[in-house]
């Protein structure tokens, strides 16, 4: 039985977005405790942090709600320095909630990524999908991404940002052909997710609900 769950993000704690939609799947009787990769920086240190073009780009939130893009080499030195922190105890587990491919990070004590439980689930939950529709926050992430699908199943891509004022009806609706949709980043909400779903008339998975899904496992 877990008596403790430090969630790590990429963003600034707290995380008011995303934690407590997560912790409703947990017991209450769970410590949870949070850990951002960009805790400490100022902007203007956050700023030096976007992505060179041979770098991928991962989003994220800062402490005021604002998006930032930070470059996924200087954040995997980061979150690796985080988990390295971890207690290697059976009873605390330590989760890094981004669906970005961090497939070479790893921790002392119990650990998931939050990747490794959407993409593996996706791939469980839509086999026989024919069409795959991926919701990504940014445009370059299209060829970026990592998503396990079959060779014979066609991904078709809608860009909306979990973040920004961007039109998720739209969304929806560019991807309605699809058998399924997967909504691929830890910070979209369930009210996005209700609005593509609205408006594709497809079922529609949202990444947070399967981590917390599989997180309710361990308790």
């Given at each position: 039985m877990l008596d403790r769950i430090t969630f790590i993000t990429l963003g600034q704690t707290p995380r008011s977005d995303i934690i407590p939609e997560v912790a409703n799947a947990l017991s209450e009787h769970v410590d949870i405790n949070e850990l951002?990769?960009?805790?400490g920086l100022s902007h203007d240190e956050i700023r030096k942090l976007y992505p060179e073009p041979d770098d991928k780009a991962l989003v994220t939130r800062l402490r005021d709600g604002t998006q930032?893009?930070?470059g996924k080499r200087w954040l995997e030195l980061r979150l690796q320095s985080l988990l390295d922190r971890m207690p290697a105890k059976s009873k605390?587990?330590?989760?890094l909630l981004c669906t970005g491919d961090f497939s070479s990070l790893s921790a002392p004590g119990l650990y998931i990524d939050a990747?490794?439980?959407?993409?593996?689930?996706?791939?469980?939950?839509?086999?026989?999908?024919?069409?795959?529709g991926l919701v990504l926050p940014l445009r370059r992430q299209i060829d970026e991404h990592?998503?396990?699908?079959?060779p014979d199943q066609k991904l078709l891509h809608a860009v909306a940002s979990p973040y920004l004022a961007d039109d998720f009806t739209e969304?929806?609706?560019s991807l309605s052909d699809c058998d399924?949709?997967?909504m691929h980043c830890m910070g979209y909400t369930s009210s996005q997710r209700e609005t593509v779903a609205a408006s594709s008339g497809r079922p529609v998975l949202l990444s947070r609900k399967l981590v917390?899904?599989?997180l309710s496992q361990f308790l």
């Open positions: 951002g990769a960009l805790d930032t893009v930070i605390q587990l330590s989760v990747q490794h439980l959407v993409d593996h689930g996706v791939k469980a939950l839509c086999y026989t999908a024919k069409s795959i990592h998503c396990i699908v079959s969304a929806g609706r399924i949709i997967v917390a899904a599989g």
